[in-house]
């Protein structure tokens, strides 16, 4: 299994930006899908940011919340993937993990969850 690290979170202001990694430990297959999922104070983990593998190359997906605010990206060399978040709203506010899946992002329930960081946006 392949698990993730999440570091970067913090208390920011409303329009602040941040910027989250996530490193995986343990075994790492040559190629899988990384997603940015969140979960609010009582509600359910949504997906915010995906990067996957479609048709030979790297593609990314958003919820529409955070299109044109966030960016996913990755390292491969270094295992790490990354979520630039900029305009942070208070809506954001939640602990966001990080998650491998397969190559293309179609499935998400053979890989374990890492313990999740969190972001706090003030007004």
């Known amino acids: 299994q392949v698990q993730f690290v999440e570091s970067g979170g913090g208390l920011v202001q409303s329009g602040s930006s941040l910027r989250l990694s996530c490193t995986a430990s343990?075994?790492?297959?040559?190629?899988?899908?990384v997603g940015w999922f969140r979960q609010a104070s009582g509600k359910e983990r949504e997906a915010v940011a995906v990067?996957?593998?479609?048709?030979?190359?790297?593609?990314?997906a958003y919820v529409d919340a955070v299109k044109g605010r966030f960016t996913i990206s990755r390292d491969n060399a270094k295992n790490t993937a990354y979520l630039q978040m900029d305009n942070l709203k208070v809506e954001d506010t939640g602990i966001y993990f990080c998650?491998?899946?397969?190559?293309?992002?179609?499935?998400?329930?053979?890989?374990?969850w890492g313990q999740g960081t969190q972001v706090t946006v003030s007004s």
């Open positions: 343990g075994f790492t297959p040559d190629e899988y899908a």
């Open positions: 990067i996957f593998s479609k048709d030979g190359r790297t593609a990314t």
């Open positions: 998650k491998a899946g397969n190559p293309d992002g179609s499935n998400w329930d053979d890989h374990a």
